[in-house]
């Protein structure tokens, strides 16, 4: 099985600051045949359910705000929040979907 | 609106069964994949299990793989996942999610229910 990483663990960032979250896989997500990353980013708040914010690794899920955006390919992809707000407040999952779908660990993103 | 409510949880001893519900609405149910993914208290995602838009095609997580049966009813708009010889490990909350395709594998999962949640303790 593919196995997912995220860095860091947790981060708090200030109102307006841009928040950066790593996600990496233990073999690449890029399939050769059309180009895209199978790579999807979720946003779950407390005692909410996940959210999809990324697929494709950079495709905004239709709602989301521009503020999200997601980016990188292969092994090494990354979630920005360019000005993060108060609502942001999250854990973080990135989740493969290449082979048997593996969701990262999750990064808890505060308010500083 | 695109709706997926879970129902079924509760608390039940080791070695238990359960069976979930989900019931579906706001899109044509019969043309989407469908999943199960768990939660466990305080912990991260875990894919449990999908089943294709026919039903045809099913699919497990190792970790419940020979304990749990999914399946579907088209007719009723409903997802189900029996689970059978329950352990701790298994405590968690469940979601039921869809996925934007017939066939599950190589899709994300676009729509999240609230969860149901499954205690198994003596």
Known sequence: ?112 | EVQLLESGGGLVQPGGSLRLSCAASGFTFSSYAMSWVRQAPGKGLEWVSAISGSGGSTYYADSVKGRFTISRDNSKNTLYLQMNSLRAEDTAVYYCVKVPAAMFFYYYMDVWGKGTTVTVSS
């Open chain 1, 1 to 112: 099985d593919i196995v997912m990483t995220q860095s860091p663990d947790s981060l708090a960032v200030s109102l307006g600051e841009r928040a950066t979250i790593n996600c990496k896989s233990s073999q690449s997500v890029l399939y050769s045949s059309n180009n895209k990353n199978y790579l999807a980013w979720y946003q779950q708040k407390p005692g909410q359910p996940p959210k999809l914010l990324i697929y494709w690794a950079s495709t905004r899920e239709s709602g989301v705000p521009d503020r999200f955006s997601g980016s990188g390919s292969g092994t090494d992809f990354t979630l920005t929040i360019s000005s993060l707000q108060a609502e942001d407040v999250a854990v973080y999952y990135c989740q493969q979907y290449y082979s048997t779908p593996v969701f990262g660990p999750g990064t808890k993103v505060d308010i500083k």
